[in-house]
Nanobody
Framework: QVQLEESGGGLVQAGGSLRLSCALS????????MAWFRQAPGKEREFVAG????????EYAGSVKGRFTVSRDNAKNTVYLLMNSLKPEDTGVYYC?????????????????WGQGTQVTVSS
């Protein structure tokens, strides 16, 4: 059974940075395309960024492109999300997700495994 555990969330001022980490256990990490989603209070969960198995192909939501960077270390079974120039509208619970699909998808329906989430709060 795949288990995902996020870490690295917290409270940061606008303009600051955070790096989220997500460790996968229970299966072979490199078989999974990985993604980050977020959910703000009262809103639906939305795609933030994703990376394919080899780390060659990445996708970003338009609202974070140029500020966030997704990466993975297959030797450490971990995917990262580096978030720079944070804005108050980036506030939410950030979730890590995994799929055996070959490509990065932006729909939550395509992902089979989810972490518990980590809170990111950006103050103005």
């Amino acid at each position: 059974q795949v288990q995902l555990e996020e870490s690295g969330g917290g409270l940061v001022q606008a303009g600051g940075s955070l790096r989220l980490s997500c460790a996968l256990s229970g299966r072979t990490f490199w078989l999974y395309t990985m993604a980050w989603f977020r959910q703000a209070p009262g809103k639906e969960r939305e795609f933030v960024a994703g990376i394919d198995r080899d780390g060659v192909s990445t996708e970003y939501a338009g609202s974070v492109k140029g500020r966030f960077t997704v990466s993975r270390d297959n030797a450490k079974n971990t995917v990262y999300l580096l978030m720079n120039s944070l804005k108050p509208e980036d506030t939410g619970v950030y979730y890590c997700a995994a799929t055996r699909a070959l490509y990065v998808y932006t729909s939550t329906d395509e992902y089979d495994y989810w972490g518990q989430g980590t809170q990111v709060t950006v103050s103005s």
